[in-house]
């Protein structure tokens, strides 16, 4: 099942972020991952991935650094900043409070 | 195919009005792109087909590089790109400031003539005053013709005879009784007989007086210097005293078979 557009674009950063607290990563292994965790469920169009990891790196919530690949390619790898942290559980907070309200109102029963 | 992404990624960076960054964001999305290509051609797609489904999962291009042109503003990359070039140029300005600053170099040799200070040798005068331990030990007399900008007329040679002086003291922010810096604030004497300052580069015209000459540094605020006192007398000495202004201290330097 393909996730509508819309329903992504409000959680992308909080996805972004999760996918960056285990490990640093280079945005095209952040896609393959995000697409592997959600089992293909999340798929997002690759090029919207980097205006918002610049945009978390203008904020401080990442910080980038240059690494030599396997391959001799050099490639940008984004970490999550101790910042990135607090507001990765911020918004995980968030999102839990939003998930369960949507769940309350979508669940519940349709009045007589 | 690949200049199918070359026009993609045209495409975003028209978005993008900070113009510096265009190559940054370029490589980085071909970087995407090529891995992308990479793997689909690893699960054996052929390569037309792997460069097109890898450029359609790049998504829109205006969309993409107007997303971008909104991270990547132009008054802050050009506010970011001036003050780098701003902190370059004062790093530069502070280093030839440095360069041409002569306290800033003298500052460094004092701190290392500090490190290299050498003990006076054993059984030389020595006194202690209420702010300095004083050493004073006599030097061997020479002849001198030199070739420096204290040199003597020309034609002439001059006896220079050396007194070394060791000070040393635990308070740096003292003005020391003894300094270099300071006019000639000692009292000399060469076999009795009063040795005034001569002129600071000591001419060598002048006979019967002397000259400060530094070995280590003598600015107020250090804790440990060397100097010379340079004679120019008529004829070796058998004795020479210093007395230190308002101590009263006398430190004594005699050669042995001076004549």
Known sequence: MKIDKSLMSGSTTLLVLSLLAGEEMYGYQMITELSRRSSHVFDLKEGTLYPILHGLEADGLVSVREKKSGEGRTRKYYRITRRGRRALEERKEAWAVFRDQVDAVVNSAAPA | ?259
């Open chain 2, 1 to 259: 195919m690949r200049n199918s992404f070359q026009i993609w990624i045209n495409a975003v960076c028209e978005q993008v009005r900070f113009r510096p960054d265009h190559r940054s964001i370029e490589l980085e999305l071909r970087d995407h792109y090529e891995d992308h290509v990479q793997d689909l051609l690893r699960l054996g797609r052929p390569r037309e087909l792997a460069e097109e489904r890898a450029l359609e999962a790049m998504g829109n291009a205006q969309e993409v590089g107007r997303a971008l042109d909104k991270v990547h503003k132009p008054w802050l990359g050009w506010l970011w790109e001036v003050s780098r070039v701003l902190v370059l140029a004062l790093a530069l300005l502070l280093a030839w400031k440095l360069w041409k600053d002569t306290y800033t170099v003298s500052l460094t040799k004092k701190t290392w003539d500090q490190l290299m200070w050498t003990s006076p040798p054993f059984g030389v005068s020595y006194a202690a005053t209420d702010y300095l331990d004083l050493w004073l030990a006599p030097g061997e007399p020479e002849f001198y013709a030199g070739t420096y900008w204290d040199d003597p007329l020309p034609g002439e040679t001059r006896l220079q005879v050396p007194l070394t002086v060791w000070a040393q003291t635990e308070d740096v922010f003292h003005e020391h009784l003894v300094s270099p810096d300071q006019h000639w604030n000692l009292e000399v004497t060469a076999d009795g007989r009063p040795i005034p300052h001569g002129s600071y580069a000591g001419d060598g015209s002048t006979r019967n007086s002397g000259y400060w000459v530094y070995d280590g540094p003598g600015q107020y605020g250090w804790t440990r210097y060397r100097f010379r006192i340079l004679l120019i007398l008529e004829e070796p000495p058998r004795r020479a005293e210093v007395t230190i202004p308002r101590t009263g201290t006398v430190l004594t330097a005699e050669w042995e078979g001076a004549a």
